[in-house]
Structure formats: C-alpha cells, structure tokens
C-alpha cells in the first residue's frame, strides 16, 4: 500500500506542491492529473524517493520511504517523464545495467531482458545504441526497465509519450492487467481518454493545489459531467479553449 | 559630422546585419565557437577565456624571453653585440611551433562544429534560403574562425617577441621589419595548420560514408594530436640543426612543414637569396596553397555527399556501437566484480569512456601526451651512456646493458597520463538527465564507488603496461632488474591511483561541476609537481635502487606508509563526507 500524508514541497519560498493526502491500496489505478506546472513531476520525484518533501510523509506498506530507500526501491517500478538515456548503451546494455543495478540475479535478468525485448517488439534492435532509437523506442525501453524486476508499486509518468497506436493500447491493457494482478499504479497523463478508461481513482491538481479527488465515477458525479474531458476543462482550464483557438486562427491569417 | 557618419554606419549595418546570408554566417560562426547543446552539462567553457587561453602561450613564451634577451644579461655572457635576425632563429621556430599546434588542436577541438549536421539541416533546409548560400555562408564561417584564431594565437608574440628580440637595437626600422616578418611567418604557419585539419576532415567526409567517418574519426584526430605534440618536441631539438644543415640533410628536415615557414621570415628578413631558405619559402606557399585547395574542394565535395543527403543516412549517434560487447566479460564479473552495483556501474563506466567521444578525446589526449613524453624519453635514452655495461654485480654473468633513467622512466610516464587523463574524464558529465537511474537504485550510503574507479583505473594502465613493462626490461637488461623494475612501477602507479581517488565519492561521468572550479589551479600546479615527482625523481630513484637489488627495499616502507596513510585519511573522514553525490558543491575555503 501506497499512502502520501500531508506530501508538501517548497522550492525556496515557492510552495510547488500544497499539502496532498492519498492511500493506493493494491490493485488500484490512481490518475494524476493535472496541466503543465501543476506539479505532478514534483510529486512523482517525492513518491520515489528522489526528491525529499519539504513536510508530509511517503509511506509504504505502513513505513516512511526515507528510513529504508533502498529497500522501497526494491518494490518500485519507475518511468520517469522524459526517455532520457544513455545515448551510447544499446538497448540490451541499458536494460542489464537497470537490472544489475536493481540486484537481478544475471541469468535471470538475461532471460528476462530477451522475453521483454521480443515482446516490445525492440528484440531485432537490441544491439543497436539508444541514439538511433525512435521516441517511441525509447519509451518502450523505459517501459521494460520499470516492469523487469516484478515491482508491486509502479509510477508512471506521462508513460504514452511517443508510443505508436498499436503500443499505446497494449499499454492500456496492461495497466488493468497488471492491477488485476494486484500491482499499485500511480498513473501520470494527459491522455485523458487512458485515464478515464484505466484508472479506479482520480486526482486532479491545479497550481500544486489538488482540487479533485476519489473514485473515478464519484468525481464524475460530483462535478456533474459524462467525460473526464469535460471535467478536466471545468476544474482546471480558466481560459475558453474554442475561443483561443479562434484567436490563434486570426493570428495565423492577418 | 561625427554624428551623421555614425548614424549612416549605424543605419547601414542594421539592414545589411540582418540580410539572410550575413545572419546564416553570424549563426555558424556562433556555432562553430559555442558547439554543441550544452544542456546535457557537457563542458562548456567561456568565449573569453578560450580567446584568452588561446593567446596565453605566445604571451608567456614571449615574456620568458625577456631574460634570454635583456641586454644586461647578454652583457654579463660577454654577448654584446648581437644580430637578433640570426639570434632569434631558434625561438622563431619555436613559436611556428607552438602556433601550429596551438591553433592545430583548437580546430581538433571543434572538428566536429567544423562542418553543418543534422541539427543545422532540420533547422534551416526547410527554411527558404538556397543549399549555396548556406554552403558559402558555413565556408566563410570557417575561413572566419581560421583567421580569428590565427590573429588570436599569435596576438601575444606579434608585438612582445619583436620587443624582446630588437630591444635593445634602437632602431624601429629593425623592430618593424623583425616584426612584420615574424607576424607573416606566424600567421601563415597557423593557417597552415588549421586549413590541414580542416582538409583532413573534409577529404575524410567526402571519401567515407558518413558512418565509417564517424567510426574513424576519434583514430585520425588521436593521431593528429600525436603529429602537433611530434612536431612541438621538434620544437627543442631542430633549431641546433638548422644552422648546419648539408644538401644531404635538405630533404630530410624539409620534410618537417614547421621547418618550411622560417623560410618565409628569413626572406622578409632579407636573407631570401640564401638558396635553402629561398627553397623553405617556397614550400610553405605552395603548402598552404594545397591544403586551402584541398580544403576548399573537400568542403564542397562534403557538402553535397554528406550534408545533402542527411534525410537519407539514419541518425548516428555519439559514436559506432563497439565490438567491446563481444569480449567475454562473464569471468571478470564473477572474481572482481561480484557485487552487482560494481559490477552495473564498471561496465557503465567502460562503455561510456570508450564511446562517448567527449571522454575518449579526454582520455586519448592525456594519452598521446604520454606516447609523446614517452617517445621522447625513449630517444634521449639512446646516449652513449646507455651503452655501458654494468659490473656483473647485477646478473652474474654476462654484461646487460645499463638501464638508463630515461627508459626506466617510459613505464611511469605512460602510467601517470593514462591514470590523470582517465581520472580527469570521470569528473565530465556525461547525459545528466539520464542520472535519475543511478539515484534511484545506487544506494548513497555504500562507498563502492571507489573501488569502480580504482579497477576502471588499474584496467586502463597496469594491464596493458605491465607486461609490456615486464617484457620489454626482460629484453633489455635481463630477468632480475625486469622483475624489480615492474614491482617498482607497479607499487608506485598503485600509490598515485590512490592518491588521485582520496576522496573520490561519485559515480564517474554522473556527477554535475562545481559552478566554479576555485582550485583548479592549484589542482593544475599540483598535477605538474606530481608529474615531476613520478616520472622525473622516481626513475632517478630507482635507477639507484636497481644498481643494488637490496636498496630496492627502500621502495617497499615508502609505497606501504603512502597506502596506508591514504587509508587512514579515508577512515577520519565524516560520513556525510563518504556519501555518494551527484551535484558537487563548491569546496569551502575553511
């Protein structure tokens, strides 16, 4: 279980993130939501361990993060915002280096790198380095770096970035498959059309502050919209978006 | 007036500033000097200082000569008259040298911002400007770092050695002439220089496909840099030549280029009827006369090869994928790399100094410092000296050739520069961003970091010159001072890897710099006194201890008290002090 407690960060004098309560039990699917300078990454750097909060605990299976980093990490499957890798590695180097760095017994994690590299599709580019690599590829790679150690809390952010359709949805069942198994799913997006089809708990934030949260279908309820578009655009965006587009068309032509 | 004047230019260069052709050469330029993205926390250093570390060589050179020159020193030698058009030979050719190689390892430097990538095509083909314009507007950004780095490299000499020289003559006829013909020289030696390497790298792009340039690239400029450090050791041994040269000799140091240029000052000099210097001048023209063809022709060739076809080559990166992955390292990892966080991070490491080029270039120039260091050593030991033989106290038997300081001393030179050029590219960052992973997953409290770099170290020197250093004595003077001597070698390289690696606390290539380095020059100071200190006194030491296999004893208490000190050192240390970092913080000053 997955729990965040009174989770606050400053950034000198700057609150990034006000105070953000939240308990993951197993299985479940958590969509943060929320527009760009929110501070969804904040949040996600302090649910890993990166970023030490400012107030406010992480704590999983009932004990604070920070006194055993290394052994929550051990749990924790991560796909960070952006595929930033090691242009130099081949595919198959950055998996094994992830792998023995998270203390994955070599034939184990041999075996395990070439069953996710078939089924990602990446198995004919493994030998190839990462710079040559698609977006999408890369993305993919990140993918199998975060689910090759069996981890029972997965965080993913923004992990639909660059992948292709057929990808994409694979991603999408697997986010429900991998709940089912009893996975914890801390899931970070704007495609709000996976979130609202993955995620069992919702919680939306606006200027570090969250202004929506709980189940999926009570939010909807209680904001009193059929899509999580809708909500979205009424909690989060002040501007009319059909009228910018509109004056952006204008910009365009005059 | 004034202001009318100043207006119209004012005016004037506004418009023509901002026509596409002279805003695409402002961009190139621009990138030719600041490279690459510097948002990956590569190095970047300050157009300022690189126009001053640039011109400080000839400055300082210029300066020390101040002595060799002053009248009131050339008196007390009994030298008082003098003709410095003669006189200063030796010290012009060593400042050809020194702008040669200079001005050589600034475009080494930018080689690859030399010629337009995938970068400048995805930005600017789309763009409505002509492939000729954006071929000529890159051509005269280049000829315009040419000439701004020729003026630069020599700006210091231009007007302090003609003071030095010509000072105290009295007359400014005899500066201005001394001095405009060494400016020529100078410059056209700098030239000379940049547009070689300029033609080396266009010819290479223009005869190889783009991805076999890559693959060849880092072995061309590796050996570059070994030619313009060969060419300033010439720098100290050529000139005694120079005035005793034969019509047999001729072709062999016209075979120097650095050589053809004094032609070019001696007949500004007025000495142009002097048949070999006549024939100097000639060769340094015709020279650069080549290679600015050459260049010129290859560029274009390039540039419609390898820049117009971008679209169609795949995206390339830092460097090939290395065959390394095909070296059975299973046996390695089970003995010394056990623990997987080692074993993660030694391979890292390995793979990122042997292909990201940033760190190759670093190590590779440490390196080719070293090879030439060691060259040199190898050659001045050939003195008569070390034909003697010594007493038969040492072998018993029959006479072995004497070793001499010289040779003894090829092993720790080689040694010192791999280690300081290695350890030195641990400190570049390399793909900051991607660090997030060792953050992660590397447990900060556990000091295995050390023991990396201390194996990544022992890798790239002992092994490889260990036996090399067991051999090759083995050969020369026999089983007993080749064993001594490699014990010797490696008991010091020992120490000084240690030493380098006191309070190391990183993973190599994964920590930020410092935003401002206070003590790199005392950090420099003190890697010149270490230099010393190894591959100087150290040889002299144990060239006492091998005459006597008993004093070689006097080794052992001195490497055991400089282990252990490290040791103790290590252990006083707080643990806050021993924690893995990732960003480096300004060392405080108390």
Redesign the interface.
């Known amino acids: 279980m997955l729990e965040a407690r009174g989770l606050t960060k400053y950034y000198g004098s700057v609150l990034a993130v006000h105070p953000i309560d939240f308990t993951l039990e197993p299985g479940q699917v958590l969509g943060y939501l929320g527009p760009n300078g929110a501070g969804k990454s904040t949040t996600v750097k302090m649910l890993t361990g990166l970023l030490e909060p400012t107030r406010g605990e992480v704590l999983f299976n009932g004990q604070n993060i920070q006194q055993d980093l290394v052994g929550y990490r051990r749990h924790l499957g991560y796909v960070p915002e952006e595929a930033n890798l090691y242009p130099y590695l081949t595919g198959y180097e950055y998996l094994e280096l992830v792998g023995t760095l998270r203390g994955m017994e070599p034939a184990r994690l041999r075996q395990k790198i070439e069953l996710f590299l078939e089924l990602f599709s990446l198995f004919p580019h493994q030998h190839i380095s990462l710079s040559s690599y698609s977006k999408g590829m890369r993305q993919r790679i990140l993918l199998i770096s975060a689910l090759m150690d069996n981890p029972d809390v997965l965080i993913l952010d923004e992990p639909n970035s660059g992948l292709d359709v057929t990808t994409a949805l694979i991603l999408k069942n697997l986010i429900q498959a991998l709940s089912a198994k009893g996975k914890t799913i801390f899931y970070c997006s704007h495609v709000l059309e996976v979130v609202e089809k993955v995620c069992s708990r919702l919680l939306i934030l606006r200027k570090g502050q969250v202004i929506a949260s709980g189940g999926t279908e009570e939010v909807r309820q209680r904001i009193g919209q059929a899509s999580l578009e809708n909500i979205f655009l009424q909690l989060v965006e002040e501007r009319d978006v059909a009228q910018v587009a509109n004056h952006i068309v204008e910009a365009v032509v005059s | 007036m004034l202001a009318r004047v100043k207006n119209w230019v004012g005016a004037h260069w506004e418009v023509h500033s901002r026509r596409p052709f002279l805003t695409l050469l402002r961009v190139f330029a621009a990138r030719v000097f600041h490279g690459g993205d510097a948002s990956d926390g590569s190095m970047q250093v300050g157009l300022a200082i690189i126009v001053i570390l640039l011109a400080l060589p000839g400055t300082l050179v210029s300066l020390l000569l101040f002595e060799k020159y002053g009248s009131l020193v050339r008196w007390m030698r009994g030298d008082g008259s003098f003709d410095p058009f003669t006189a200063s030979i030796p010290d012009e050719y060593f400042f050809v040298v020194l702008s040669m190689v200079v001005t050589g390892a600034a475009a080494l430097w930018r080689w690859d911002a030399l010629f337009l990538d995938r970068r400048d095509y995805t930005n600017i083909v789309p763009l409505p400007i002509s492939l000729r314009r954006i071929f000529l507007a890159n051509l005269g950004a280049i000829l315009l770092l040419a000439g701004v780095l020729t003026i630069d490299v020599n700006a210091g000499s231009f007007v302090l050695f003609p003071v030095v020289v010509t000072g105290s003559q009295n007359s400014l006829s005899v500066f201005l002439r001394f001095g405009f013909g060494h400016a020529a020289t100078v410059v056209l030696a700098s030239a000379f220089s940049f547009l070689l390497i300029f033609a080396v790298i266009g010819l290479l792009m223009a005869i190889l496909p783009y991805s076999a340039f890559r693959r060849v690239s880092m072995y061309v400029r590796f050996l570059l840099a070994v030619v313009l450090l060969a060419f300033l050791v010439t720098g100290f041994a050529v000139p005694s030549f120079l005035g005793q040269v034969t019509a047999g000799d001729k072709h062999l140091i016209l075979a120097l280029p650095p050589v053809w240029f004094i032609g070019i000052c001696e007949t500004l000099w007025g000495n142009g009827s002097n048949p070999l210097y006549a024939e100097m001048a000639r060769c340094a023209l015709s020279g650069l006369a080549v290679v600015l063809a050459v260049a010129v022709f290859s560029y274009a060739l390039s540039f419609r090869r390898s820049f117009v076809r971008i679209p169609e080559t795949?995206?390339?990166?830092?460097?090939?994928?290395s065959q390394f992955?095909f070296l059975p390292t299973g046996g390695l990892?089970r003995v010394l790399l056990r623990e997987?966080?080692q074993?993660?991070c030694f391979?890292?490491v390995t793979?990122?100094l042997l292909?990201?080029e940033a760190h190759l270039q670093i190590a590779s120039a440490f390196v080719a410092i070293g090879l030439v260091l060691g060259a040199q050593a190898l050659v001045s030991g050939f003195g008569p000296h070390t034909r003697k033989v010594v007493a038969k106290a040492v072998t018993g038997v029959a006479p072995v050739p004497q070793p001499s300081e010289e040779w003894l001393s090829i092993p720790f030179i080689l040694a010192f520069f791999t280690v300081v050029g290695v350890r030195l590219a641990f400190e570049v960052p390399?793909?900051l961003?991607?660090n997030?992973?060792?953050?992660?997953?590397?447990?900060a409290e556990k000091t295995e970091t050390r023991a990396v770099a201390r194996k990544i170290l022992f890798g790239f020197s002992l092994v490889p010159l260990l036996p090399l250093c067991l051999a090759s004595s083995w050969v020369l003077w026999g089983p007993q001072i080749a064993a001594l001597h490699t014990a010797i070698f490696a008991g010091c390289t020992i120490v000084l890897i240690e030493l380098l690696l006191l309070r190391f606390r990183k993973i190599p290539f994964t920590c930020a710099y410092p935003p401002f380095q206070s003590q790199s020059a005392l950090t420099f100071v003190a890697y010149f006194f270490g230099f010393v200190l190894f591959s100087v006194y150290l040889p002299e030491m144990e060239l006492w201890s091998l005459a006597d296999p008993w004093r070689a004893l006097f080794f052992v208490p001195v490497i055991a008290i400089a282990l252990i000190g490290a040791q103790q050192y290590r252990k006083q240390l707080l643990d806050v002090d021993k924690q893995l970092i990732f960003e480096e913080t300004p060392a405080s000053i108390f």
């Open positions: 795949a995206e390339l990166g830092p460097l090939p994928r992955r990892d997987p966080v074993r993660a391979h890292f793979r990122t292909r990201s390399s793909e961003r991607a997030w992973l060792f953050a992660l997953w590397v447990d």
